[in-house]
Nanobody, 117 residues
Framework: QVQLVESGGGLVQPGGSLRLSCATS????????MGWYRQAPGKQRELVAS???????NYADSVKGRFTISRDNAKNAVYLQMVSLKPEDTALYYC???????????WGQGTQVTVSS
């Protein structure tokens, strides 16, 4: 079965850093792309960053230069390194993937990131 589990969220002060992890039950060669989304209260879920099987990355303008997405094929995992965190980054962060030969999207349960002094 397809399973994604996020971890690494927490409470940090503005300017702090966090590293989110998404562990998958999927072999790396089956993954078309993976991404991180976030949803804050009262706002739409938005794409934060994504990476394709070919290594191409994409970032939301609001996080460009501060967040970095990466994959570890050996561990079947994807990460989001976040630095210079701002209160506006506060949200529930979700891992997402699409697979070769399978329709639709798969989602993790989410991990909470709270940036507050």
């Amino acid at each position: 079965q397809v399973q994604l589990v996020e971890s690494g969220g927490g409470l940090v002060q503005p300017g702090g850093s966090l590293r989110l992890s998404c562990a998958t039950s999927i072999r790396y060669f089956s993954i078309r792309d993976m991404g991180w989304y976030r949803q804050a209260p009262g706002k739409q879920r938005e794409l934060v960053a994504s990476v394709t099987s070919g290594g191409s990355t994409n970032y939301a303008d609001s996080v460009k230069g501060r967040f970095t997405i990466s994959r570890d094929n050996a561990k079947n995992a994807v990460y989001l390194q976040m630095v210079s965190l701002k209160p506006e980054d506060t949200a529930l962060y979700y891992c997402n993937t699409r697979l070769f030969g399978r329709p639709g999207d798969y989602w993790g349960q989410g991990t909470q990131v709270t940036v507050s002094s």
